[in-house]
């Protein structure tokens, strides 16, 4: 009933930039936290920037000061922007979305398919 679609990952060099979309759609009432996570190879995944339903942020250490999460629900849309990156960011990024269902009124927790970033010179 709602499909979560990532778009932007790519190849860039250290010091780059990439901006993350994850665009929502399906039988949506309403959105609570909305995150994005990334699994590197051999690695398990973690969470690396969360959005609450009423705006505040958190990140993970690592990323602090370098990234920025965003949320548009007028487009059901969030965004990752990706600053001075890294070749330890490289790793397979996944948006998560709390979304509250039209049809049903409750909450169910949805993952996107993933897309690659990978920083390399």
């Known amino acids: 009933q709602v499909q979560l679609v990532e778009s932007g990952g790519g190849l860039v060099q250290p010091g780059g930039s990439l901006r993350l979309s994850c665009a929502a759609s399906?039988?949506?009432?309403?959105?609570?936290?909305m995150n994005w996570y990334r699994q590197a190879p051999g690695k398990q995944r973690e969470l690396v920037a969360r959005?609450?339903?009423?705006?505040?942020?958190n990140y993970a250490d690592s990323v602090k000061g370098r990234f920025t999460i965003s949320r548009d629900d007028a487009v059901n849309t969030v965004y990752l922007q990706m600053n001075s990156l890294k070749p330890e960011d490289t790793a397979v990024y996944y948006c998560?979305?709390?979304?509250?269902?039209?049809?049903?009124?409750?909450?169910?927790?949805?993952w996107g398919q993933g897309t690659q970033v990978t920083v390399s010179s």
């Open positions: 998560n979305a709390e979304i509250k269902l039209v049809t049903t009124k409750r909450t169910y927790d949805y």
């Open positions: 959005i609450t339903s009423k705006g505040s942020t």
């Open positions: 399906g039988m949506i009432l309403s959105y609570n936290d």
